[in-house]
């Protein structure tokens, strides 16, 4: 049996989308676990739709958590995780099955998505992993390290049961810092270490865009992915190659989201009544990306020194 666990929080509007794209797929011996992570909007109400479907509603712990509930309560050997406002590909299953079943060694295989939007129109398609197919040279966590683009969103990742059960699920806290919404990220870096990963580089899920995705939240995903890349250097230490890549990497991270949480930044700068929230984006990129947060700093500073060097000018005049 094939176990989809489907999170939600707040997302019941797209959430029949998400069991109907289970519905569709070519096979029939799956279970579906709805868990409503503490959501305002009631999924209840959709997931009662089906009586199939298994609900469970848990009080808000975040995404990781969530997850972690599903697994405990999930007994397919195969487990996909997908997220309330997302959707499967009619194929999705039939290949990761298949890939698993071909590569037996293998902890989880995983393809590619395509982003679509609210209403489902198409976006982009996801451009192929740099280590589709047989390419991994087999140092599996190498691999998945500097491929920046492998892995967009859970729903592209089928795992066997049996790793769960030699690595633990989904963390919510590295030390202090909550990295839930980097959760699955953390996870792909902790299995890599120790198993086989395959990637067959079908397209097989759609990842919703829209206002509210957690994605969308650049402070918060600046500081759980940098957390997580930091994390990775004692793997990395005392390897001139290893650390090379970590390095690249972080630098990479810190930068995209950075600039991400920049133009956040400056749209709050911008709004009334916003100041609080503009401050604690202000101290995550002053944390999390300095030379970013410091390279606006400087562009903000030559443009009010040029609009005081051109008012100067004419009043002179």
Known sequence: MISVIITCYNQAHFLGDAVESVFAQSRSDIEIIVVDDGSADNPSEVAHLYPEVRFIRQENQGVAAAR??????????????????????????EVG????????????AFGRCKLITS????????????????????????????????????????????????????????????????????????????????CHDKVIAEWRQHATNTSHN???????????????????????????VYKRMLRYARTFYGEQAVEKLRALVREPNCYQQAIRYALVLLRYSPRVFATHANRKLQCALSRRVKGNSKRIR
Not at 68 to 93: C, E, K, M, W, Y
């Open 68 to 93: 972690n509930t599903g697994i405990q309560n999930s007994s397919g050997s195969f487990i996909v995780f997908l997220d309330g406002d997302d959707r499967l590909l009619p194929h999705a299953l």
């Open 97 to 108: 099955l298949s890939s698993l079943n071909a590569h037996p060694e293998c902890a989880f």
């Open 119 to 198: 209403d489902g129109a198409h976006l982009l398609t996801q451009p192929k992993s740099r280590i589709n197919g047989d390419y991994f040279n087999g140092d599996y966590y190498l691999d998945l390290l500097q491929d920046d683009c492998s892995i967009w969103m859970p729903a592209q990742v089928m795992y066997r049961r049996s790793v769960f059960e030699s690595v633990a699920g989904f963390n919510k806290f590295l030390g202090n810092t909550n990295i839930s919404d980097a959760s699955d990220l953390e996870f792909y870096f902790r299995i890599a270490k120790t198993f086989p990963i395959y």
């Open 218 to 244: 650049s402070a918060t995903m600046l500081r759980s992915v940098v957390t997580v890349y930091r994390a990775q250097w004692k793997h990395v230490k005392g390897n001139e190659h290893y650390e090379k």
